[in-house]
Structure formats: C-alpha cells, structure tokens
C-alpha cells in the first residue's frame, strides 16, 4: 500500500495548498472590498462636508467630533501643500457604547477663501469588523471541511481504484512456480491494469511452461543417463570376475568401472543441483540442527574412524530452521563429509552448534582455500578420486534456497559456517 498511500498524501497535499492558497486570495480581497466600500464612503462625506463648508461658513467652527462624524481645524500652507489624503483604521472612545470601538477615519485638506483646514471624518467599523470575523470563521470551517472531505474521498477513491493493482501484487508475492498456482486477475474499468494481468498471465504461462519443460528434461536426461551406467557397470564387473582376463586387463576394466562410476554419481548430483535451483522440494517443517547432526554423526562413524577421525558435537544453544527435511540432511552431510573425505588422519573434526550458527572445524594439510572458487562447480580442492567437486555448490544452493548465508574462513584449521 505504499504506493497508494504516497499517491494519496501527495494529491491531498497538493489539493489542500491549492486550497488554502485560494482562502487566503479569496479572505485578501474580500477585506480589499470592504476596505474600498468604506474608504469611498467616507470620500463622498468629504465632498459632501467641503460643499457645506461652502454653503455654512459655520460648518468651519466643527473643532471636535462631538455629535458630529468629523472635525475641522486650521492648517498652515506649507503644511497643507505637503499633505497628502490618508486613511487608516484607529480606536475611538463611543459614548453609547461607553467603550473604545474601531473606526475608519480619513485625513484630507482643503481650501476655502484664503484658509488652509485640516478636516479628519471617521465611520464605524463594528458591523464590518464583525463581517470579517464571520467571514474568517466561514473560510476556516470550509477549509476543514475540505480537508476532511479531500482525504476521506481520495482514500475511497484510489483504493478502489487500485484494488485490483494490490491484489496482483499480493498474488506475485506468494506466487511459486514449483506449487502448480495460477494468478486470478481482477477486471479493472483502467486500460492499464488490464494490460498489466494480460501481460502477466501471458508470462507466467511461459514460465511455468518452461519450468515444466526443464523439469521434464532433466528427468528424462537423468533416467537415460542411469540406465545404461547401470548395465555398463553391471557388466564390467561381471567381466572383471572372468578368470580368463590376465592382471593387466583387470586394471584396464577397473578403470573404466571406476569413471563410469564418477560418472553415475556426478549424474546424480547435477540431478539433485537442478532440482534444488527449480525449487521441486516444497515440503518444508522445522528442523532441529541438534538431532540432525547427531544423527548424521552415527552415519559418517565409520568413514571417520577409517581415517582415525573423531567428530566432537559441541552445543551451546538450540538450533531450529524451516527448511526441506531432505535438503536440511544433504547441507550438513556434504560439510562433514567434506570434512572427514579432505581432513588429516588422526585429527578431530569439531561441530558447533548455537543459536543462530552452525559452524564444521577441521584440520588438513592444505593451506587456506580460495574463497572466490571454492564454491564453484566442478572446483576440486584435492586429489580424491570419490570427489566430483560440485557437493559444496549443491550446498551453498541449498543455503541460498532457505537465505542462510554459507561461508568459509581459516584459522590454522578449515571453517565452514552457516549463520541464520
């Protein structure tokens, strides 16, 4: 949903600036409409005033404001000549109200006969003071409502607008290609979504279609391959028994048994390689690292024993992870057995086992590995004719599948860990 929801707070965002920019515009000039009806107001009272002042020459002797809107005081020339008409918002003490109130007052001068007068006219400004604060309250209530109405629309809106987007999304996310699942697409009134499941489901078609083909082929590939290994083997050694063969014959036959065999187990293992990169073992449960070791442990005891080996288990925490229980087994049975097949004779291969890491100690004659081959298929790190160099590719495979981070390191021993 995040998507929708930085789409969603973008736009409002957006929208309510606009929005407040537009308040802001729309209370500026409605106060500019107020203040230019008052200001013509009082312009008109001033032409008004200056005409009687014409008509009454009494009208001059106006020194205060008394019961009058406007006062009338003598100016000097210089003064008058430099004066220029102002308008501008005061207080002024009102007698009904008993109270200071706000007014408009504008300053002018005029002439009359030889005299220079200063004449000073105010309005009330209580009715549009109240106006303006009504027309405030207006505007920010019709913000908020705005504001509420903006977000509650766009979340409705866009959510039902990309429901059908999420909800692809969501089916990708558990997709697997190995469980046999198809992707149920959502009609969308949006051209685009509907590009979009017809361009996914025409992929995933391929996909699985070729998964299945691959699939198909490696099994196939791998019967072919066993069947006639097994009946070239079978009848070597029945040849190798025939007395009539003489010594040299014999070796010559044990040879070729010998790579038939390196190849019947190389077949089996680029089988197993193939099958762990196509995810065919979905079957997962937790599996604790304790039991499986020790178990391994009864199984290896005899080829550890035939090179005067002993395997030291030494836990500090229990181990669990969801994971094939076959592929668990295979892991931990290609690292000891890696262990014991390249170790020196007579030394002891340490396991340790903690909470978040597993780690196979063992000594051998060799120096540090290269890291960056080690891994690789078909890397032998030794001479041994029972090795095919692709057990520790099968292994990292296997810890790549379940995100375990398979490592090696050397400390005057051969260390190899797997951190959870």
């Known amino acids: ?60 002797k106006q020194l205060d404001f008394k019961e009058a809107s406007y006062k009338i005081k003598t100016i000097n020339k210089e003064r008058a000549l430099r004066f220029k008409d102002s308008y501008r918002d005061t207080l002024m003490y009102m007698h009904n109200e008993e109270d200071f109130e706000p007014v408009r007052l504008l300053e002018t001068v005029f002439k009359e006969g030889d005299g220079f007068y200063k004449l000073q006219i105010f309005t009330s400004m209580v009715e549009e003071d109240d106006l303006i604060e009504d027309l405030l309250f207006s505007l920010i209530l019709l913000y908020i409502g705005l504001i509420l109405s903006i977000v509650l629309l766009n979340n409705w809106i866009l959510k039902r607008v990309w429901n059908p987007f999420y909800n692809l999304l969501q089916q990708l996310k558990n997709f697997r290609l190995e469980k046999d699942q198809k992707i149920l697409t959502i009609s969308s009134n949006i051209e685009e979504f509907n590009l979009l499941n017809t361009r996914i489901e025409q992929m995933l078609e391929k996909s699985i279609s070729s998964y299945n083909s691959q699939k198909q082929f490696i099994e196939n590939a791998a019967h072919e391959l066993q069947t006639p290994l097994a009946i070239s083997i079978n009848k070597l050694e029945l040849l190798v028994e025939n007395e009539e063969l003489n010594e040299q014959q014999i070796k010559l036959v044990a040879s070729v048994l010998n790579n038939l065999e390196g190849l019947t187990r190389m077949n089996k293992s680029l089988l197993l390689l193939s099958k762990i990169e196509n995810r065919q073992f979905p079957d997962e449960q937790e599996i604790d690292f304790v039991d499986l070791v020790t178990n391994l442990k009864k199984d290896y005891k005899d080829l550890a024993s035939h090179k005067e080996m002993e395997i030291k288990i030494e836990v500090t925490s229990y181990l669990k992870h969801t994971m094939n229980k076959d592929l668990a087994g295979i892991l931990v049975s290609n690292l000891l057995k890696n262990a014991i097949i390249h170790g020196k004779e007579g030394s002891e291969i340490i396991i340790e086992i903690s909470q978040n890491s597993f780690r196979i100690s063992n000594v051998s004659n060799r120096k540090a590995l290269d890291e960056s081959r080690l891994f690789s298929r078909f890397q032998k790190n030794s001479e041994s004719a029972n090795s095919n160099g692709i057990g520790l590719a099968i292994a990292q495979s296997i ?21 959870f």
């Open 1 to 60: 949903m995040k998507l929708l929801n930085y789409t969603t707070s973008y736009f409002s965002a957006v929208l309510l600036i606009l929005l407040g920019i537009w308040a802001v515009i729309f209370y500026v000039e409605m106060l500019d409409e107020i203040y230019d009806s008052l200001d013509d107001g009082l312009n008109n009272q001033k032409m008004l005033i200056i005409n009687r002042v014409k008509n009454d020459p009494e009208t001059i």
């Open 399 to 419: 810890a790549e599948k379940y995100q375990i981070e398979l490592r090696y390191s050397f400390t005057e021993k051969h260390n190899f860990h797997l951190d």
